[in-house]
């Protein structure tokens, strides 16, 4: 059996702050890259201990150089660096998608951190006309591929997203927002038992788990935060311009539909 894990910082144990904090030359970046690796560990060891035979990890945030190379699990698969897709490296040859470090959509009232894809540069997106934020644009495109998603670990707000579109998957909330800025946090080590064991129960629950397929033809809305980014994306092939800052594609393959509006 062979699980991909996509990753992201926002999300993971301990983390809050503003992305000056976080993010490269942050007072909290070091500390920040040890705690998501934490989380990206346990994870792959609760999915070797439910008995899969190979974990391939995507470093998602930023410039994908988050996840600490020297102190990750030996036995998992690193990618890292700048990449040419969202899901890089994922393909039909794997069985099960877990999520790591999730934050919720832009705009949740109640969550750390909100955003989707990017928090200066989007504003919205939607898919089939229900807004989505990037749980649900990582669970259409693992669904092209026919993987489900069988567990999210991240602030409260993004497990009530994950939940309100997955359904019944394995979760772990690992802290909640008292602001967009500050959050309750749970210790590192207790995270960390929970996150491998919600990680073993979705791989030995992996026939419960039905990849996401929204209905075709698909539409796809992003509403940038700025007009010239919307003029730009919609002198695209497939890209039509609704108003000032909003453009939408539709099709038939998500895959297509994301990179013209998204790629």
Same mark, same amino acid.
């Given at each position: 059996?062979?699980?991909?894990i996509m990753?992201?910082l926002?999300?993971a144990t301990g983390?809050?702050?503003?992305w000056?904090?976080f993010?490269p030359g942050?007072r909290?970046?070091? $500390?920040a890259?040890?705690? &998501?690796t934490?989380d990206?560990?346990s994870a792959i060891?609760?999915?070797y201990?439910?008995g !899969?035979?190979? !974990? !391939?990890?995507?470093d998602g945030?930023g410039?994908a150089?988050?996840i600490?190379? %020297?102190?990750?699990d030996?036995?998992?698969? &690193?990618i /890292?660096?700048?990449?040419?897709? %969202? &899901?890089?490296g994922l393909d039909a040859?794997?069985n099960l998608?877990l999520? +790591?470090g !999730?934050?919720?959509?832009?705009?949740?009232p109640?969550g750390?951190?909100?955003?989707?894809l990017s928090?200066t540069?989007?504003d919205?997106?939607w898919?089939?006309?229900?807004p989505?934020?990037?749980i649900g644009?990582?669970?259409?495109l693992a669904?092209?591929f026919n993987? *489900?998603?069988g567990?999210?670990?991240g %602030?409260?707000?993004?497990?009530?997203? @994950?939940?309100?579109l &997955?359904g019944?998957?394995e979760?772990?909330a690992v802290?909640?927002a008292t602001?967009r800025?500050?959050?309750?946090c749970?210790h590192?080590q207790v995270?960390w038992?929970?996150? /491998? $064991?919600? @990680?073993?129960?979705?791989?030995k /629950? +992996?026939?419960e788990?039905? *990849?996401f397929k *929204?209905?075709? *033809?698909?539409?796809?809305k992003?509403?940038?935060?700025n007009?010239?980014?919307?003029? $730009?994306? $919609?002198k =695209?092939?497939?890209?039509v =311009? +609704?108003d000032?800052?909003?453009v939408?594609?539709r099709?038939?393959?998500?895959?297509? +539909?994301y990179n013209?509006?998204?790629?």
């Amino acid at each position: 059996m062979k699980v991909f894990i996509m990753t992201d910082l926002e999300g993971a144990t301990g983390v809050a702050g503003d992305w000056s904090d976080f993010n490269p030359g942050g007072r909290e970046h070091d $500390s920040a890259r040890r705690l &998501l690796t934490g989380d990206v560990n346990s994870a792959i060891q609760g999915a070797y201990d439910g008995g !899969v035979s190979e !974990v !391939v990890v995507l470093d998602g945030h930023g410039a994908a150089f988050s996840i600490l190379l %020297e102190d990750f699990d030996s036995r998992a698969q &690193l990618i /890292r660096g700048r990449r040419a897709s %969202e &899901l890089e490296g994922l393909d039909a040859s794997f069985n099960l998608m877990l999520c +790591i470090g !999730v934050h919720s959509m832009a705009g949740t009232p109640d969550g750390l951190l909100t955003h989707t894809l990017s928090h200066t540069e989007m504003d919205n997106v939607w898919l089939n006309n229900t807004p989505v934020g990037e749980i649900g644009l990582w669970a259409a495109l693992a669904g092209h591929f026919n993987v *489900p998603i069988g567990l999210v670990v991240g %602030e409260a707000s993004a497990i009530r997203e @994950a939940k309100s579109l &997955l359904g019944n998957i394995e979760t772990v909330a690992v802290k909640e927002a008292t602001s967009r800025f500050a959050a309750k946090c749970l210790h590192p080590q207790v995270s960390w038992s929970m996150i /491998r $064991s919600a @990680a073993e129960k979705a791989v030995k /629950r +992996i026939n419960e788990f039905k *990849p996401f397929k *929204p209905e075709v *033809p698909m539409e796809l809305k992003v509403q940038f935060h700025n007009s010239d980014r919307a003029e $730009s994306v $919609s002198k =695209r092939h497939g890209a039509v =311009r +609704i108003d000032g800052r909003t453009v939408i594609c539709r099709g038939s393959n998500v895959l297509d +539909i994301y990179n013209v509006l998204l790629g």
